[in-house]
C-alpha cells in the first residue's frame, strides 16, 4: 500500500497530469483564482452596527469605512423559487448551479434533480478547489457546493458527496482542500477508536468517510489546532480534509484559540495551500492548474443572529472582516485573483434603535464574554433548581458574562423564565436583555426577505455592479472561471440524492417551506 505521503504526491500528479489533459473546450485559456465569500444571514442593518460600534469605541473619524464598505458594489435580490424569503439551501444553490430552487434543496433543481455546479464545473476543467467554513462543512452552504441530496438535514449523505464516495464524478476528490467544523457526520455510528480518528459520532450507519478519505483519495486529515499550526503549503498535503470540531466551530466571542483557527486562520491557510499546489509546473514549465475555487463561508453570523444575539453577531462580522482583508491583501499580490462576496439571506431582522428613542448605545457590547449559546448551555441544566439558577443568573450570567451589574427584576425574571424553555427561548432571552440596552431590535428569529451586499475585487470586479439576482452571482463565477455548471448536470444523471432511512414524508413535508437556519 502507498504510504500517505507518496499517495498525496501520486495523487498530486493525478491532478496535474488532469489538468493538462482537459477537453480543450473546458480548459481555461489563462490562469485565474476566483474566491467567493458568503457572510451568511448578514444584512446591511448588521454592517452599520458593526461600522457604528468600531467607529465609536475606536474613537474613528465619522468617514471611517470597514473593508466591506470599501468593496460594496451593489445588491443581491435573495428570493428563492418557492419562497419570497429563502433559507440557506436554496440560496447556496443558486449560488453554486446559478438556478432557483426550493427551500431545503441542496445541489438540486426545483425538480430535486442534480444540478451541476460551479466548484464541479471548476474541477473537471482543471482547477484545484476548497471549501471553508464556519459551520459543519456538511452544513447547507459549503455542501450546495459538492452535493446534491432533496433535503438539507441528510448530512449523512452530504458527507459522503463531499469526499466524493460513489461519486460519479471520480477518480480525483471533487473538493480538493475543506476546513471548517462537522466531523461527526464523517464517523461511523459506532467510533472507530483508532488514534487522530473522530471519537464522536452523528451519523445514523457504520461507515467510516474520515477512513475512507484517507485510503480511497489520499486525504490528509487533521484535527487539531497543532496539526493545523504545523501545516506547511510546500508539503504538499492535497487533498486535505481539516475538521476542528464535532459540530459547528465556536463562535468568535467563545473561540478558544489554542483550540481551533479562526476564519482568518483557516483562510490564510486555504490561499495559501491551493496557490501553491496551483502554480506547481510541468518539466515545461507550464501550470498543473489554472487555477483554483474557493468558497469562504462566515457561517455564525447568521446563527446570532436566529439567537438575537447582538454581541456575537457583531464579532463573528468582525472576524468575517478580517477574512475579508486577508483575501483582499492576497488579491494584491496575484492580480488574476477575483473576489466576490454576498450573503445568502438577512437573518433576524435586525433595527438599530426603536421607538421612541433615537439612540443606540455600542458600548452595551463591549463587556459582553460569551455567546448566549455558551450562557443557556450553562444555565438551562439548573431550570430544575429555581435557587441555584437564580444564584447563577445573578452572580455569574449578569455581571461576569453579560457586563450588567445593575440588572432590573424583569430582566434578572425575562433570564430565569427563559432559561425554564426552550434553548431559543433561552437564547433570546439573553440576547434580548443586551439588546434592549443597546437598543437594537429584532423582528424574527429566521430569516427575512430583504436584498443584501454585493462586494467585489481584483480583476474583473470593475464590471459587477447594480441589484442584482442571486442566480446572476452564480453566472458571475462560472464565466469569470470560463466553465459551465450545466454541461456537469448529465454526469449526475445517477447521483443518489436521498439519505437510506431518511422520513420521506419529512422532506415532502419540508421541501419549499423556510428552515431554521
Avoid at 428563492?80 to 431545503?104: E, H, M, P, V
Avoid at 506547511?232 to 463562535?251: C, E, Q, R, V
Wanted: with cysteine; net charge negative.
Amino acid at each position: 500500500m502507498l504510504t500517505q505521503s507518496v499517495y498525496s504526491l501520486a495523487l498530486y500528479s493525478l491532478l496535474c497530469s488532469r489538468a493538462a489533459h482537459a477537453a480543450p473546450s473546458a480548459k481555461p485559456a489563462k490562469h485565474r483564482n476566483l474566491i467567493f465569500m458568503v457572510s451568511d444571514g448578514f444584512g446591511i442593518a448588521g454592517e452599520t452596527m458593526a461600522r457604528g460600534y468600531v467607529q465609536t469605541t475606536n474613537n474613528y473619524p465619522l468617514e471611517w469605512a470597514s473593508v466591506l464598505d470599501e468593496l460594496l458594489v451593489g445588491t443581491s435580490r435573495t428570493r428563492s423559487s418557492d419562497s419570497l424569503i429563502t433559507d440557506s439551501a436554496a440560496g447556496a444553490t443558486a449560488f453554486s448551479c446559478a438556478q432557483k430552487t426550493y427551500n431545503g434543496a441542496i445541489g438540486v433543481s426545483h425538480d430535486r434533480k442534480p444540478c451541476g455546479t460551479v466548484l464541479e464545473a471548476a474541477k473537471q476543467a482543471g482547477y484545484l478547489t476548497g471549501l471553508v467554513s464556519t459551520a459543519r462543512i456538511t452544513h447547507a452552504t459549503p455542501g450546495s457546493f459538492a452535493a446534491h441530496v432533496v433535503h438539507r438535514d441528510m448530512e449523512d449523505l452530504i458527507a459522503q458527496h463531499m469526499i466524493s464516495y460513489n461519486s460519479s464524478l471520480t477518480p480525483a476528490p471533487t473538493v480538493d482542500l475543506m476546513f471548517g467544523g462537522g466531523r461527526c457526520f464523517f464517523a461511523p455510528e459506532t467510533p472507530n477508536p483508532a488514534a487522530g480518528n473522530p471519537k464522536t459520532s452523528c451519523r445514523s450507519d457504520q461507515l467510516d468517510l474520515w477512513q475512507f478519505a484517507q485510503t480511497k483519495y489520499g486525504y490528509s486529515t487533521i484535527s487539531t489546532r497543532k496539526q493545523f499550526d504545523d501545516l506547511n503549503a510546500a508539503d504538499k498535503k492535497l487533498p486535505m480534509l481539516g475538521l476542528f470540531t464535532d459540530s459547528h466551530m465556536a463562535y468568535e466571542i467563545d473561540r478558544d484559540p489554542a483550540e481551533e483557527p479562526s476564519l482568518t486562520e483557516m483562510t490564510q491557510k486555504a490561499l495559501d495551500m491551493l496557490h501553491t499546489a496551483s502554480t506547481v509546473t510541468h518539466g515545461n514549465g507550464t501550470a498543473c492548474a489554472p487555477g483554483f475555487f474557493i468558497m469562504i463561508e462566515g457561517a455564525r453570523i447568521d446563527m446570532a443572529a436566529h439567537d438575537n444575539d447582538p454581541a456575537s453577531h457583531l464579532h463573528d462580522i468582525i472576524e468575517y472582516w478580517n477574512a475579508v482583508t486577508a483575501v483582499r491583501k492576497f488579491i494584491d499580490t496575484h492580480p488574476d485573483t477575483l473576489l466576490v462576496g454576498t450573503s445568502d439571506h438577512e437573518t433576524g431582522g435586525l433595527t438599530i434603535g426603536y421607538d421612541p428613542e433615537y439612540v443606540w448605545y455600542p458600548n452595551v457590547l463591549t463587556p459582553v464574554k460569551n455567546s448566549a449559546e455558551v450562557i443557556c448551555s450553562q444555565i438551562r441544566p439548573l431550570s430544575k433548581d429555581h435557587k441555584k439558577l437564580l444564584i447563577a443568573v445573578t452572580t455569574k450570567v449578569l455581571p461576569k458574562q453579560l457586563g450588567i451589574t445593575n440588572a432590573t427584576h424583569e430582566e434578572i425574571n425575562n433570564i430565569v423564565d427563559g432559561a425554564g424553555g426552550s434553548a431559543k427561548a433561552c437564547k433570546h432571552a439573553v440576547g434580548h436583555v443586551v439588546s434592549d440596552r443597546a437598543r437594537l431590535g429584532w423582528t424574527t428569529g429566521g430569516h427575512t426577505g430583504v436584498d443584501v451586499g454585493l462586494y467585489a475585487y481584483g480583476a474583473g470586479s470593475s464590471t459587477i455592479r447594480g441589484n442584482k439576482d442571486n442566480t446572476f452571482v452564480g453566472q458571475l463565477l462560472a464565466d469569470f472561471l470560463d466553465v459551465k455548471p450545466e454541461s456537469i448536470t448529465p454526469l449526475l444523471a445517477n447521483q443518489k440524492s436521498v439519505q437510506e432511512g431518511f422520513d420521506e414524508n419529512l422532506v415532502d413535508e419540508k421541501a419549499g417551506k423556510s428552515s431554521s437556519v
